[in-house]
């Protein structure tokens, strides 16, 4: 069965670092692109990023280009999304998903999600 | 960016009804669209991809049409599980995907 677990909901400070994770099992972690989503409070999703945990290729959102980092730890089936300053305008739920066999345009499976509020 | 729009934000059905859902991207995708439901509280599950491929488990009364600019998601008959958030996203320019605003189904 595939699944995507994510670490637990963290409290923050702004200014502070933070790195969240997506562990994958099931399935072929190398294999499949993950995908990382944002939700803030009461709205819509939006896509921040991809990464290909085979070789590690990483494209970002224009919008969260330089705001976030995306990485994977291959032999932990495990993929992060950090933060080196977080700020009260990064509140909002975090999810990890895998891209589709099919295409990797389309997540077939998702995470349970991580809610970071940061605030002073 | 290649935004979307999607319309009605919110429909109020009951169970039985037949609902639809449309979905206009700025420019044209071809038929590199897709489908989610969220539930509050839940993360998003792929109903639709590839505009009118039903993603396997879904129920056959999602189906979804369209190419180009112009996308539907018809729910044929309203079941009380369905009633959820729904959103469209464009997936024609990898990775710079981006998702509709949603639309909202609740209960008449």
Avoid at chain 1, 63 to 74: E, L, N, P, R, Y
Avoid at chain 1, 103 to 110: E, I, M, N
Avoid at chain 2, 38 to 66: D, E, H, N, T
């Amino acid at each position: 069965e595939v699944q995507l677990v994510q670490s637990g909901a963290e409290v923050k400070k702004p200014g502070e670092s933070l790195k969240i994770s997506c562990k994958g099992s099931g399935y072929s972690f190398t294999s499949y692109w993950i995908g990382w989503v944002r939700q803030m409070p009461g709205k819509g999703l939006e896509w921040m990023g991809i990464i290909y945990p085979g070789d590690s290729d990483t494209r970002y959102s224009p919008s969260f280009q330089g705001q976030v980092t995306i990485s994977a730890d291959k032999s932990i089936s495990t993929a992060y999304l950090q933060w080196s300053s977080l700020k009260a305008s990064d509140t909002a739920m975090y999810y990890c998903a895998r891209q589709s066999p099919y295409s990797s345009s389309y997540s077939d499976y998702w995470g349970q999600g991580t809610l970071v509020t940061v605030s002073s | 960016d290649i935004q979307m729009t999607q319309s009605p934000s919110s429909v109020s059905a009951s169970v039985g009804d037949r609902v639809t859902i449309t979905c206009r991207a700025s420019q044209g995708i071809s038929s590199w669209l897709a489908w989610y439901q969220q539930k509050p509280g839940k993360a998003p599950k792929l109903l639709i991809y590839a505009a009118s491929s039903l993603q396997s488990g879904v129920p056959s009364r999602f189906s979804g049409s369209g190419s180009g600019t112009d996308f539907t998601l018809t729910i044929s008959s309203l079941q009380p599980e369905d009633f959820a958030t729904y959103y469209c996203q464009q997936a024609n320019s990898f990775p710079r995907f981006t998702f509709g605003p949603g639309t909202k189904v609740d209960i008449k």
